[in-house]
C-alpha cells in the first residue's frame, strides 16, 4: 500500500520560497510521475507540476517562471519549490502519484501554506 | 488551457436518492477524464478514471459515462458518507485541470 508523507513550512512572508517535500513509502517509486497539486481555502484544485524518478518534469504554464520540482530517487522523495510568494499562493499544498497514467491517486494528506506578512 | 466546467455547482438530495453531475470540456478530451471525491478537510479520493472505470474500493453506485465534451457522474442510491464535493480532472493534455467542484449537501 503506497503511502505519501509530506512536510514543509507553513508559514512564509511574501517575497520568500515555498519548500515542501514528499516521501512516498511502499510501492514502486520509479515506475510513476509523481504531482504536486494545490487548493486555496474554500476553493478549486491547480495542477502545478510533475516529475519522474529520472527528474523529467512538466509544470503549469501559470507557475512555471516560479516552480521547480526535483527528485531525490535514493530516499523515495520529491519536492517543490515556489519562489516569490504572495498571498495569493496560500492554499493546501498535496503531493499524489499518477496512478496508470494521469490520475492521482494515491494523494498525500496535504500541507497548509499560508503566506502573510 | 482545457477548462472544465461542472454543474451543478451544489446540489441537495436525500439518502437513497440518485444524483447526476455533469463536466463539460472547453474542447474533446476522448476519455481522458476521472472523478475525485473530497470531504472536508481531507485529500481528493480518486473514484472514476479513463470516464468510467471504477477505482479499487469505491462502491458500485458510483458510475461515469462519456466521452469527448460531456461527461457524468451518477450516484444511485446515495448514502450518508456520499454527502461531499465532487470533482472533474481531464487528463488529456497538459496542464491537467479540474472543474469547479459540486458540493452534494443532505436535504
Known amino acids: 500500500q503506497v503511502h505519501l508523507q509530506q512536510w514543509g513550512a507553513g508559514l512564509l512572508k511574501p517575497s520568500e520560497t515555498l519548500s515542501l517535500t514528499c516521501a512516498v513509502f511502499?510501492?514502486?517509486?520509479?515506475?510513476?510521475?509523481w504531482s504536486w497539486i494545490r487548493q486555496p481555502p474554500g476553493k478549486g484544485l491547480e495542477w502545478i507540476g510533475e516529475v519522474n524518478h529520472g527528474g523529467r518534469t512538466t509544470f503549469n504554464p501559470s507557475l512555471k517562471s516560479r516552480v521547480s520540482i526535483s527528485v531525490e530517487t535514493s530516499k523515495n522523495q520529491v519536492s517543490l519549490n515556489l519562489s516569490s510568494v504572495t498571498a495569493a499562493d496560500t492554499a493546501v499544498y498535496y503531493c499524489?502519484?499518477?496512478?496508470?497514467?494521469?490520475?492521482?491517486?494515491?494523494w498525500g494528506l496535504g500541507t497548509l501554506v499560508t503566506v502573510s506578512s | 488551457d482545457i477548462q472544465m466546467t461542472q454543474s451543478p455547482s451544489s446540489v441537495s438530495a436525500s439518502v437513497g436518492d440518485r444524483v447526476t453531475i455533469t463536466c463539460r470540456a472547453s474542447q474533446g478530451i476522448s476519455r481522458w477524464l476521472a472523478w475525485y471525491q473530497q470531504k472536508p478537510g481531507k485529500a481528493p479520493n480518486l473514484l472514476i478514471y479513463a470516464a468510467s472505470n471504477l477505482q479499487s474500493g469505491v462502491p458500485s453506485r458510483f458510475s461515469g459515462s462519456g466521452s469527448g465534451t460531456y461527461f457524468t457522474l451518477t450516484i444511485t442510491s446515495l448514502q450518508p458518507e456520499d454527502f461531499a464535493t465532487y470533482y472533474c480532472?481531464?487528463?488529456?493534455?497538459?496542464?491537467?485541470?479540474f472543474g469547479q467542484g459540486t458540493r452534494l449537501e443532505i436535504k
Open positions: 480532472q481531464q487528463a488529456s493534455n497538459f496542464p491537467f485541470t
Open positions: 499524489a502519484r499518477a496512478f496508470l497514467t494521469n490520475w492521482f491517486d494515491p
Open positions: 511502499g510501492g514502486s517509486f520509479s515506475d510513476y510521475y
